[in-house]
């Protein structure tokens, strides 16, 4: 599926400032302000817009910054990688080709950085750990601007699988729902139902 510009532009100013007037973004990207907010209402929907984020400058709170390399047993990769989900002081946890792993850790200091390494150390199927203080950050953006914004693939609320071409949309308590097809637009209106009525929420 194709993103339109306006959601495009509108991902662009949410990312500047998630906390813009409805008023003030509908002017930013040009649309009127129903548009504006029923369009951040349908990314909000489809998953696209995740949350709305404070960002902190961590060096004014005292917060250090290591970059970790882990390379672990490929057959147990999976759960190393759970193990490290769970330490908070992980915030990025990603990948490299070749299958290791890469973190960006952030502790207040230096004995909690030891006790992540211990934790690490000890968990099982971790062969070996590089650990590396980032010194400088010259730059550190989470911004993607919006003329790489083009492509929005969405999996199927009901089967969980992408959806290709145009999604069957179902409006349901307000909230719009996306489905592959026909058939899993049916089940899943139904399954919701049932929910519903289990949980008896007032219509
Ligand atoms: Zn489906």
């Known amino acids: 599926m194709e993103l339109s510009e306006t959601q495009a532009n509108i991902l662009g100013v949410l990312q500047e400032d998630a906390r813009v007037s409805m008023r003030t973004l509908a002017n930013k990207v040009d649309v009127s302000t129903p ?3 029923s ?3 349908d990314l909000e929907d489809m998953g696209v817009i995740r949350g709305y984020l404070t960002l902190l400058d961590t060096r004014k709170l005292g917060i250090h910054t290591f970059y970790l390399r882990i390379e672990a047993d490929l057959d147990i990769s999976d759960s190393v990688v759970e193990s490290m989900i769970a330490i908070n002081e992980v915030h990025k946890l990603g990948e490299l080709e070749g299958g290791a792993l890469f973190a960006v850790v952030k502790v207040p200091s230096l004995d909690v950085l030891d006790d ?3 934790c690490l150390k000890k968990t099982e199927g971790v062969e070996k750990l590089k650990v590396s203080r980032v010194t400088k950050e010259f730059k550190s953006s989470g911004t993607i601007t919006p003329d790489a914004l083009t492509d929005l693939s969405i999996d199927c609320f009901y089967c969980k699988k992408k959806i290709a071409g145009s999604p069957v949309k ?10 592959c097809c026909g058939v899993c637009a049916s089940e899943y209106e139904a399954k919701y139902n049932r929910l519903k009525e289990k949980a008896g929420a007032p219509d």
């Open 170 to 179: 179902l409006e349901l308590d307000h909230r719009k729902h996306y489905l």
């Open 39 to 41: 369009t951040v209402k």
């Open 35 to 37: 548009t504006a907010s």
């Open 116 to 118: 992540v390494m211990k």
